[in-house]
């Protein structure tokens, strides 16, 4: 019975182990300020580890996405996008975790808290942030999303996201890069 028990601690110790292991993968953007990460974004590129993702990435294209302050130092992440042929709009809401640049999200539909990193951002072109959390037990979930400030981001900037993805575990099918939509990405804020 001891055998099991000491069994069963090394393997919580390991887990635990792994998974700030895993966090302390990703680092976050030095001297992040967001003041200036503030404004208008669309998502050119995803990468995750869902199986729900690798279903429907071929039907998944670039989104708007307006970043504004919240009073108590995170920020609202309000995205519109097209979903069945037409235009919904959801915002995230994204709570500080004392470190700039580092975030954490309540998912509604999973019920879990997933850690969000802006990684790396020159504010005025790019941003590359990495979410993760658990989607129920077991179901470990990485994202890895590419923001630029105009719908079409340079060459270097996709080969970047994708250097990225590729270092922290994700393969070319976990990775695309959305297309544009004319219906959802007015240039109207």
């Given at each position: 019975?001891?055998?099991?028990?000491?069994?069963?601690?090394?393997l919580?110790?390991?887990?635990?182990?792994?998974?700030?292991?895993?966090?302390?993968?990703?680092?976050?953007?030095?001297?992040?300020?967001?003041?200036?990460?503030?404004?208008?974004?669309?998502?050119?590129?995803?990468?995750?580890?869902?199986?729900w993702?690798?279903?429907?990435?071929s039907?998944?294209?670039?989104?708007?996405?307006?970043?504004?302050?919240?009073?108590?130092?995170?920020?609202?992440?309000?995205?519109?996008?097209?979903?069945?042929n037409?235009?919904?709009?959801?915002?995230?809401?994204?709570?500080?975790?004392?470190?700039?640049?580092?975030?954490?999200?309540?998912?509604?539909?999973?019920?879990?808290?997933?850690?969000v990193?802006?990684?790396e951002?020159?504010?005025?072109?790019?941003?590359?942030?990495?979410?993760?959390?658990?989607?129920?037990?077991?179901?470990?979930?990485?994202?890895?999303?590419?923001?630029?400030?105009?719908?079409?981001?340079?060459?270097?900037?996709?080969?970047?996201?994708?250097?990225?993805?590729?270092?922290?575990?994700?393969?070319?099918?976990?990775?695309?890069?959305?297309?544009?939509?004319?219906?959802?990405?007015?240039?109207q804020?």
């Amino acid at each position: 019975m001891a055998t099991l028990r000491m069994l069963w601690m090394e393997l919580v110790l390991l887990g635990v182990l792994g998974v700030l292991q895993t966090q302390a993968q990703v680092s976050v953007q030095p001297d992040f300020q967001q003041d200036k990460f503030l404004g208008r974004w669309f998502s050119a590129g995803l990468a995750s580890n869902s199986s729900w993702f690798r279903e429907k990435k071929s039907m998944l294209s670039m989104c708007k996405s307006v970043v504004t302050p919240t009073a108590d130092g995170g920020l609202n992440f309000t995205s519109t996008f097209l979903r069945k042929n037409q235009c919904e709009t959801r915002t995230m809401l994204l709570q500080p975790t004392g470190n700039p640049g580092s975030y954490s999200y309540l998912s509604p539909h999973w019920g879990s808290t997933h850690a969000v990193s802006v990684v790396e951002t020159n504010y005025k072109e790019y941003a590359l942030l990495f979410s993760q959390g658990t989607k129920g037990p077991g179901q470990d979930f990485h994202m890895a999303t590419l923001y630029s400030r105009t719908q079409t981001p340079r060459a270097e900037l996709k080969e970047k996201f994708a250097d990225f993805c590729k270092a922290h575990g994700f393969t070319e099918n976990d990775i695309v890069f959305l297309p544009q939509n004319d219906k959802c990405l007015k240039e109207q804020e």
